[in-house]
């Protein structure tokens, strides 16, 4: 059944974000061996990408991945609401639409964070995209401001917007857009984080859902962000270090081991699905799964020399998990 926005986002309390060369369907797989609670996030795809593909790529996803959220980037509410029409037609159970994204190439194809300075122009694509959604969750990822439109009462006007277009969640990045002069990766460091900022707003509109992302590192922080707001999105720290996400719900039952794990995406690689693909495209998700541990430097480098392998060769994965790393916690 698809998520309703009436349930919103109870279902998705926590979740990972969208990031562009890693979300991808193997990942996303792969974290929901982790966690079987959590949202999960595509890489961001412009909308008409979605409605003039020739095949499935960009919705294709495994069952096992739902709760599953499709992100779109776009400004055109006709192609908003054709993508978001075939991604309801796929089980898709959220549409994202970014609005938080800086690079200049995004915003040359004027979507993105400059849309913060068109609050209209956004509110009549999230109203275009609930009524193709099927019922599904339409949902914005922003960031605070922009550094054309960095003040409170800007993001306050934008957030009413939303509201009133019925988005049923606003993901905030706490941090403004610089779009001029910065990368994308320095925009997610460079500006200072404002986790006041997105305080405050849940303050002003507290009923509206509003989920906090950005800098997020650790169970301590997100358990103190959801004192202030509805819900955490974790980014680079959930794949760099994706056994933080076992720790991210209150799931019944023994959870996996990491060898477990392992032996799990062994039977994901071998599947018919996965026919044709390299078994790199796969593992190259899984580098992290032993960080922090001893050992796992060789963990990393043993799956570097299989990565061309394909993938119905996927039983080499046991071999790379080292004697000292079997049995892991």
Same mark, same amino acid.
């Given at each position: 059944?698809?998520?309703?926005?009436?349930?919103?986002?109870?279902?998705?309390?926590?979740?990972?974000?969208?990031?562009?060369?890693?979300?991808?369907?193997?990942?996303?797989?792969?974290? =929901?061996? #982790? !966690?079987?609670?959590? /949202?999960?996030?595509?890489?961001?795809?412009? +909308?008409? %990408?979605?409605?003039? *593909?020739? $095949?499935?790529?960009?919705?294709?996803?495994?069952?096992?991945? =739902?709760? #599953? !959220?499709?992100?779109? /980037?776009?400004?055109?509410?006709?192609?908003? +609401?054709? %993508?978001?029409?075939? *991604?309801? $037609?796929?089980?898709?159970?959220?549409?994202?639409?970014?609005?938080?994204?800086?690079?200049?190439?995004?915003?040359?194809?004027?979507?993105?964070?400059?849309?913060?300075?068109?609050?209209?122009?956004?509110?009549?694509?999230?109203?275009?995209?609930?009524?193709?959604?099927?019922?599904?969750?339409?949902?914005?990822?922003?960031?605070?401001?922009?550094?054309?439109?960095?003040?409170?009462?800007?993001?306050?006007?934008?957030?009413?917007?939303?509201?009133?277009?019925?988005?049923?969640?606003?993901?905030?990045?706490?941090?403004?857009?610089?779009?001029?002069?910065?990368?994308?990766?320095?925009?997610?460091?460079?500006?200072?984080?404002?986790?006041?900022?997105?305080?405050?707003?849940?303050?002003?509109?507290?009923?509206?859902?509003?989920?906090?992302?950005?800098?997020?590192?650790?169970?301590?922080?997100?358990?103190?962000?959801?004192?202030?707001?509805?819900?955490?999105?974790?980014?680079?720290?959930?794949?760099?270090?994706?056994?933080?996400?076992?720790?991210?719900?209150?799931?019944?039952?023994?959870?996996?081991?990491?060898?477990?794990?392992?032996?799990?995406?062994?039977?994901?690689?071998?599947?018919?699905?996965?026919?044709?693909?390299?078994?790199?495209?796969?593992?190259?998700?899984?580098?992290?799964?032993?960080?922090?541990?001893?050992?796992?430097?060789?963990?990393?480098?043993?799956?570097?020399?299989?990565?061309?392998?394909?993938?119905?060769?996927?039983?080499?994965?046991?071999?790379?998990?080292?004697?000292?790393?079997?049995?892991?916690?």
């Amino acid at each position: 059944m698809a998520a309703d926005s009436a349930t919103y986002p109870a279902a998705c309390r926590l979740s990972v974000a969208p990031m562009m060369q890693r979300t991808d369907r193997h990942c996303r797989y792969f974290h =929901r061996l #982790l !966690a079987p609670g959590v /949202g999960l996030y595509t890489e961001m795809v412009h +909308a008409r %990408a979605v409605v003039h *593909a020739r $095949d499935d790529r960009f919705l294709k996803h495994h069952p096992a991945e =739902r709760p #599953l !959220a499709l992100q779109l /980037g776009g400004s055109e509410p006709v192609l908003l +609401a054709q %993508a978001t029409a075939l *991604a309801a $037609d796929a089980d898709i159970d959220e549409i994202n639409l970014n609005v938080g994204c800086p690079s200049s190439r995004v915003r040359a194809g004027r979507f993105g964070a400059c849309l913060m300075h068109e609050p209209e122009r956004v509110a009549e694509c999230v109203a275009a995209m609930r009524e193709n959604s099927g019922g599904r969750p339409v949902t914005v990822k922003t960031r605070i401001g922009t550094n054309h439109r960095p003040e409170f009462p800007q993001l306050l006007e934008f957030a009413r917007a939303m509201q009133d277009a019925g988005v049923a969640a606003l993901i905030v990045h706490a941090r403004i857009a610089i779009l001029e002069g910065l990368s994308p990766k320095e925009n997610r460091n460079v500006p200072p984080l404002r986790y006041d900022t997105v305080y405050r707003l849940k303050d002003a509109m507290p009923d509206l859902s509003i989920i906090i992302n950005g800098g997020i590192r650790g169970i301590g922080e997100i358990a103190s962000h959801l004192e202030r707001v509805d819900g955490a999105m974790l980014g680079r720290v959930a794949y760099s270090n994706p056994w933080l996400l076992t720790r991210l719900t209150g799931a019944s039952g023994r959870r996996r081991t990491r060898v477990q794990v392992v032996e799990a995406m062994v039977e994901y690689a071998r599947s018919g699905k996965q026919r044709g693909a390299s078994l790199g495209a796969i593992t190259r998700h899984m580098a992290g799964l032993y960080s922090g541990k001893p050992g796992a430097g060789a963990w990393r480098r043993s799956l570097a020399r299989h990565a061309s392998a394909p993938a119905n060769e996927a039983q080499v994965l046991l071999g790379c998990v080292p004697d000292r790393l079997r049995y892991a916690a």
